[in-house]
């Protein structure tokens, strides 16, 4: 099963890393996403610049509004995304529970819905 | 034997058999189904069939595999037909091919182990705390919707939309049924301890008799308590069961017929229950022999030392601030840190006691627990302080929800006044 797994931390607590230890930060993230690839969890994977380079873009009877900043505001903001395969939830909170800029916040953990075009019609 | 009497003598049985196996017999199918509500069907369907056959071809040697059984093949066909409809029989052929079936190979530690993975999954950490808690009663104890909503005050539709919701969760983000491993052990478990012991303060807490026809909350905890000691022998589990047997102990003592809160120091001891604080004690020092021990072996280690003090004069409450000192720097919340305030007050007064709950308030910690406001005002009223003591009533009156203790709070106010 498909989930996706959104890292959520204060940008300030990031920002507020000496270099050395972002830099670390980097180097450990890499590694782990290459140990998920070797581990067969990994589907894709990576972390968003600022929230200060967001642009939402909204559609309301055809009008598009574009404006500037995340979609909403919140005292944690996404920061990057790791889409996994795993067999079970507990399988996906063990692998959310290794990313590393985990530990400076949280990470949301959710499964990917199946969806089956209506021209498909019953399978099988 | 004539045919009603026969019928007769099964109605008894299988309805011995209902309660003491169909949790058993639930855990196991939902296992072999991969699904709660299909294996509730099945658990159904094997009663009705066993209604029919078992007066015609006698009682099986093993009920249980034969319920199992039953119940899984009735199950397997109507998703095979459902299936047939939808198109999708492929998948459905997979999913039971995963999960053979054979009485012959049965054990009791596979069964043993069902019951904990039924246990581990209602209390999942990824479900909400108030689902855990129907779950758990609905799943393991066998409580009705209805019976369940009566015991925690609230409605039916609450509690059916809150498993149903589980349940929609487990089965959508894909909660696996299974005992987890031993390294997670130690986190998953203390999330069971949690659910059970929050059942018990449901059941402890609602005991001024609003309900009388309400399950007993607390004998559910208890039980759910003893059969988790049967099934994992983790050193906080006689922890958590020996605080809820000293706790229950006290429970005709803590009532008066007035529906009046008696506190500790003004109990009957010669109403609490012998049986149950020796059998706690035992398990005290089971836990604490263990030297893993946490917080609930510590607070029932507590409890024992009340339970053992032939009169509140007679408690030891040297050794119960040794025990909080203990449990604060296992648990250092400041619930418990307000609770050694309560006992350094009496080991060493009032005024020791209330330095340290104003410092826990001052801070801005349990703001809004009552308790911490009656702890303050009953430490200003011991020394003579009437204006702190009625300011801190009044807080605590705005916060308090059980009437028992409102009125005991009210009570003290107006004693201030008079």
């Known amino acids: 099963m498909k989930y996706l797994c959104l890292v959520f931390y204060d940008e300030k607590k990031r920002n507020g890393l000496s270099d050395q230890e972002s830099q670390a930060l980097i180097d450990e993230s890499l590694d782990f996403d290459e140990a998920l690839r070797r581990e067969g969890y990994l589907i894709a994977a990576g972390p968003l610049q600022p929230v200060e380079t967001a642009t939402t873009v909204r559609v309301r009877g055809g009008n598009v509004s574009v404006t500037d900043g995340p979609f909403a505001e919140t005292n944690e903001q996404i920061a990057g995304f790791v889409l996994i395969e795993t067999q079970d939830l507990n399988e996906a909170i063990r692998v959310a529970s290794r990313i590393p800029p985990v530990r400076l916040g949280g990470v949301e953990v959710r499964p990917m819905q199946d969806r089956v075009h209506s021209k498909e019609g019953n399978s099988h | 034997m004539s045919d009603s009497a026969g019928r007769e003598d099964v109605r008894n049985t299988l309805d011995a058999i209902y309660k003491n196996e169909s949790r058993r017999v639930l855990a196991t199918l939902i296992r072999l189904l991969g699904d709660f509500e299909l294996a509730e069907e099945a658990l159904h369907e094997a009663v009705m069939a066993a209604m029919e056959q078992w007066p015609r071809d006698g009682i099986p040697a093993n009920p249980r595999a034969w319920l199992i059984s039953a119940g899984r093949f009735k199950a397997i066909d109507q998703v095979r037909r459902r299936a047939r409809n939808a198109g999708s029989l492929d998948e459905v052929e997979r999913q039971f091919r995963q999960e053979p079936f054979d009485p012959a190979q049965w054990d009791e530690q596979h069964l043993e182990d069902d019951r ?224 050694r305030a309560i006992a350094i007050a009496m080991r060493d007064g009032p005024a020791a006691g209330l330095e340290i709950v104003e410092r826990i308030l001052s801070r801005g910690d349990l703001r809004n627990y009552y308790l911490a406001h009656a702890s303050r005002a009953d430490l200003h009223r011991r020394l003579g302080h009437r204006g702190e003591a009625t300011v801190s009533y009044q807080r605590a009156l705005t916060l308090v929800r059980q009437e028992p203790a409102r009125h005991f709070l009210e009570r003290r106010l107006k004693e201030l006044r008079g």
């Open chain 2, 116 to 339: 904990l993975r039924l246990i581990f999954t209602c209390c999942h950490p990824a479900l909400p705390s108030e689902a855990r808690t129907a779950l758990t009663l609905r799943e393991v104890c066998g409580l009705t919707t209805e019976e369940i909503a009566r015991a925690i005050l609230t409605s039916a539709a609450t509690v059916a939309k809150r498993i149903v919701r589980a349940k929609t969760k487990i089965r959508e983000a894909r909660i696996p049924y299974i005992v987890p491993r031993p390294d997670e052990l130690p986190s998953r478990l203390d999330s069971v301890l949690q659910v059970i012991y929050l059942i018990f303060t449901e059941g402890y807490a609602a005991s001024s008799g609003i309900s009388l026809t309400r399950a007993d909350l607390s004998a559910e905890a208890i039980r759910l308590g003893r059969l988790l000691l049967e099934l994992l022998p983790e050193p906080e589990v006689p922890g958590l069961l020996a605080l809820m047997l000293l706790q229950e102990a006290r429970r005709s003592a803590r009532v008066s017929a007035q529906g009046d809160l008696i506190l500790l120091d003004h109990q009957d001891r010669s109403l609490w229950n012998r049986d149950q604080i020796e059998e706690g004690i035992k398990l005290v020092e089971r836990a604490l022999t263990s030297r893993r021990f946490g917080p609930y072996a510590l607070q029932a280690a507590i409890a024992a030392v009340h339970a053992e003090a032939p009169t509140a004069k007679a408690t030891d409450w040297k050794q119960i601030c040794g025990l909080y000192d203990v449990l604060l720097r296992v648990d250092p919340s400041p619930v418990i840190e307000l609770n």
